[in-house]
């Protein structure tokens, strides 16, 4: 059962904006805090981004102030809003619960690369 399909990634300049999208299982969604993650090559996988059920946020510091985490819930659906863009943020993301995680999907590819 595919609990999580993420879409939004590309190829993005230095300074760009992506906006990411996450569907999850409802088993997963429900109450859970949601979080985005992201693996670069050679990298461990790391929580860039969490946001509860009462949509309170958290970031990662080297993110902090560029991305922004929001949720649908009539949708099951997560969303990552990335601006200001860096070479360093080029990597796959994912979105899992962060409490309660399912399987991870295939995530999406960003490139920040001029």
């Known amino acids: 059962q595919v609990q999580f399909v993420e879409s939004g990634g590309g190829l993005v300049q230095p300074g760009g904006s992506l906006r990411l999208s996450c569907v999850a299982s409802?088993?997963?969604?429900?109450?859970?805090?949601m979080g985005w993650y992201r693996q670069a090559p050679g990298k461990k996988r790391e929580l860039v981004a969490s946001?509860?059920?009462?949509?309170?946020?958290t970031y990662a510091d080297s993110v902090k102030g560029r991305f922004t985490i929001t949720r649908d819930n009539a949708k099951n659906t997560v969303f990552l809003q990335m601006n200001s863009l860096k070479p360093e943020d080029t990597a796959v993301y994912y979105c899992?619960?962060?409490?309660?995680?399912?399987?991870w999907g295939q995530g999406t590819q960003v490139t920040v690369s001029s």
């Open positions: 899992n619960g962060v409490f309660i995680r399912g399987a």
């Open positions: 409802e088993s997963v969604y429900r109450t859970n805090t």
């Open positions: 946001i509860t059920s009462a949509s309170g946020t």
